[in-house]
T-cell receptor
Framework: KAGVTQTPRYLIKTRGQQVTLSCSPISGHRSVSWYQQTPGQGLQFLFEYFSETQRNKGNFPGRFSGRQFSNSRSEMNVSTLELGDSALYLC?????????????FGQGTRLTVV | GDSVTQMEGPVTLSEEAFLTINCTYT??????LFWYVQYPGEGLQLLLK?????DKGSNKGFEATYRKETTSFHLEKGSVQVSDSAVYFCALSDQGNTPLVFGKGTRLSVIA
């Protein structure tokens, strides 16, 4: 079956702009999580959605937001981009919200802010 | 809060050498433990997991044992291959539907 699909794969934006990233989870998966990966900070949790509701949120400013649609697809939005937002943004989907459940990751969206 | 500490890289090994990547954790509950691998230009893939104390996860020749007494989950492989070159992440997920907490990652390079 198809894996987690993230679009676009690469983005270049200018400071101050906003960006929307998309994630299509594996069919049947209702939990979608987003992570930011940078060389300095590693993998940091942004937020998790389950059944269209945000269930968990990481320690990121309000410029970072997300949503989930009824078909479980998710988007995240970053407004007023800063240079420090340059990162690989990874989406992960899982079947359930249990701690022992495997998360399946997409290939990520590489965002560069100039 | 929960945290994962793994050995700093990069690690460079010759083909067929023995691999150990250390991982220790701090958690308030009884977490599930994971090793994920990231190949160049790719997302993360689950390598193995263990959900309770003394469980051993294994996959593709890699093994890790959940040691509650030492709060560790060290990754081992008896004979590495060039194709094992990647970044390896140790992670935990505590009880109560908490998100994955990752270590900083260890880059492994295997040379022929």
């Amino acid at each position: 079956k198809a894996g987690v699909t993230q679009t676009p794969r690469y983005l270049i934006k200018t400071r101050g702009q906003q960006v929307t990233l998309s994630c299509s989870p594996i069919s049947g998966h209702r939990s979608v999580s987003w992570y930011q990966q940078t060389p300095g900070q590693g993998l940091q949790f942004l937020f998790e959605y389950f059944s269209e509701t945000q269930r968990n949120k990481g320690n990121f400013p309000g410029r970072f937001s997300g949503r989930q649609f009824s078909n479980s697809r998710s988007e995240m939005n970053v407004s007023t981009l800063e240079l420090g937002d340059s990162a690989l943004y990874l989406c992960a989907s899982s079947l359930a919200r249990q701690s022992n459940t495997e998360a399946f990751f997409g290939q990520g969206t590489r965002l560069t802010v100039v | 809060g929960d945290s994962v500490t793994q050995m700093e890289g990069p690690v460079t090994l010759s083909e067929e050498a023995f691999l150990t990547i250390n991982c220790t954790y701090t958690a308030t509950g009884y977490p599930s433990l994971f090793w994920y691998v990231q190949y160049p230009g790719e997302g993360l893939q689950l390598l193995l997991k263990a959900t309770k104390a003394d469980d051993k996860g294994s996959n593709k020749g890699f093994e890790a044992t959940y040691r509650k007494e030492t709060t560790s989950f060290h990754l081992e492989k008896g004979s590495v291959q060039v194709s094992d070159s990647a970044v390896y992440f140790c992670a935990l997920s505590d009880q109560g539907n908490t998100p994955l907490v990752f270590g900083k990652g260890t880059r492994l390079s295997v040379i022929a």
